[in-house]
Nanobody, 130 residues
């Protein structure tokens, strides 16, 4: 059974940092694209970042490029999202999701809205105060 558990959210001041973790189980990580999405109140869900197979296949939304870094540790079956220089507009519930695919992270995220990821974890709240 595929399971995902996101944690690491919290309250931080603008300019601060947080690291989110997504603990995965029940599948082989290299076969899946694993992504972070976020949803703020009253807004649509947004794809933030995605990693697939290895670090050569990574996607970042334009809004987080240069500030967020995604990585994974296969031995720990965990995907991380290091978030630096946080802004109030980063405030949202963050979810990790997984999808079996042979596409690159960029290709998979292009169609994520029309073809949602198969597996989702519970969200973790990130609040950035100004």
């Amino acid at each position: 059974e595929v399971q995902l558990q996101a944690y690491g959210g919290g309250l931080v001041q603008a300019g601060g940092s947080l690291r989110l973790s997504c603990a995965a189980s029940g599948f082989t990580m290299d076969d899946y694209a694993i992504a972070w999405f976020r949803q703020a109140p009253g807004k649509e869900r947004e794809g933030v970042s995605c990693i697939h197979n290895n670090e050569r296949s990574i996607y970042y939304a334009d809004s987080v490029k240069g500030r967020f870094t995604i990585s994974k540790d296969n031995a720990k079956k965990t995907v991380y999202l290091q978030m630096n220089n946080l802004k109030p507009e980063d405030t949202a519930v963050y979810y990790c999701a997984a999808d079996y695919t042979e596409w690159t992270a960029q290709e998979r995220m292009k169609i994520a809205r029309l073809s949602p990821f198969d597996y989702w974890g519970r969200g973790t709240q990130v609040t950035v105060s100004s």
